[in-house]
């Protein structure tokens, strides 16, 4: 087993946080961009390309309402979204086992 | 105030860098924790308040009618006091609430506006009959009753249903525990009814802060 089998798209700092963040909330429920960028601490740039990265994968929704200075972005974790994270975790503890607890990474 | 939602910028190259396993377990459980910790609605503090809404409040309230026979009402100086400290566990609920819940949207805020509006709606319910008894020729006594139980009946209905409705079993049982104290307090009679929900219900308060704070340390 190697790293290799970890979802590319999850396996990266920022946006295995950005699942994570949006994981913690229950099935139904969104973060606006300004609050999950709080929650992250990603400049806007950059949290708007990683999650178009997981929009594109299927694993988050953003839905934008309002235009001009009143618009706001919806985001949220999708079906697919919460099975991969869940399957990226389950491989991760499984690549953890084998490393062993006194193995350096 | 609108988001930067639209803006393009170049990718940080230490937010695409590489990790490693351990990094990826470490980075889940610090996102875990601080997101938990961030848009936790069920915060100790809140439940604290409402502890010592009920023993401090309720329990002024039944030092000033213990010693009444026959029974006619509270000394409205405690009565008083108990709408103070509920102003007050009111503002903490609010506040606490209102920062966690910040930029959240979807099924937990509907479910959230829902259940204050079936509270306020109830409480209103539980005042108009208390009117209706009094109207009827209902004694003090039973007015009595009345006035300190059914408020505790209706806040264990909407706390069990909510929280059975979101999986909370802990605040599930709070809610029955309510429910069971706001039934039975009233066979103490309408000056001791006080004491028992000063004692039951504020000790109830108290054990689900403990519980959350020790769920919230593990």
């Known amino acids: 087993m190697t790293e290799d089998e970890l979802d590319p798209v999850i396996h990266a700092p920022a946006r295995l946080r950005l699942l994570v963040t949006l994981a913690t909330l229950p099935e139904g429920d969104n973060l606006s961009f300004t609050r999950l960028q709080d929650l992250i601490g990603l400049t806007p740039g950059n949290l708007i390309t990683h999650l178009r990265k997981l929009d594109d994968a299927g694993y988050v929704r953003m839905d934008k309402s309002g235009s001009g200075v009143n618009a706001v972005t919806a985001v949220s974790l999708t079906p697919d979204g919460r099975v991969a994270l869940g399957r990226y975790t389950a491989t991760l503890r499984r690549l953890l086992e084998a490393v062993g607890p006194d193995q350096p990474g | ?187 103490a009679g309408p000056a001791g009814v006080w004491g028992v929900l000063a004692l039951a219900v504020g000790t109830g308060f108290f054990a689900l802060a403990a519980i959350t704070m020790r769920r919230i340390r593990s």
């Not at chain 2, 010592?52 to 009565?79: D, E, F, K, N, T």
């Not at chain 2, 209905?157 to 525990?177: K, Q």
């Open chain 2, 1 to 187: 105030m609108e988001d930067d939602a639209g803006r393009d910028e170049h990718v940080n190259a230490d937010e695409e860098q590489d990790m490693d396993v351990q990094q990826a377990a470490v980075i889940i459980e610090q996102a875990r924790v601080k997101a938990q910790h961030e848009l936790r609605t069920a915060h100790p503090a809140i439940y604290v308040t409402w502890a010592i809404v009920y023993l401090v409040g309720y329990g002024a309230i039944w030092l000033s009618v213990r010693g009444q026979h026959p029974y006619h009402a509270p000394a409205a100086g405690a009565i008083l006091g108990v709408f103070l400290l509920a102003a007050v566990a009111l503002a903490v609920t609010a506040t606490v609430v209102s920062r966690a819940t910040s930029g959240v949207g979807g099924t937990s805020d509907v479910r959230r506006r829902i259940t204050y509006l079936v509270l306020a709606i109830g409480y209103l319910g539980v005042l108009a009959l208390e009117g209706a008894l009094g109207q009827a020729g209902a004694s003090q006594r039973v007015l009595g009753v009345y006035g300190a139980a059914a408020p505790i009946l209706l806040i264990g209905l909407v706390f069990a249903a909510s929280a059975a409705a979101g999986t909370d079993w802990t605040a599930f049982c709070l809610g029955t525990w309510l429910i069971a104290v706001g039934a039975l307090s009233g066979f």
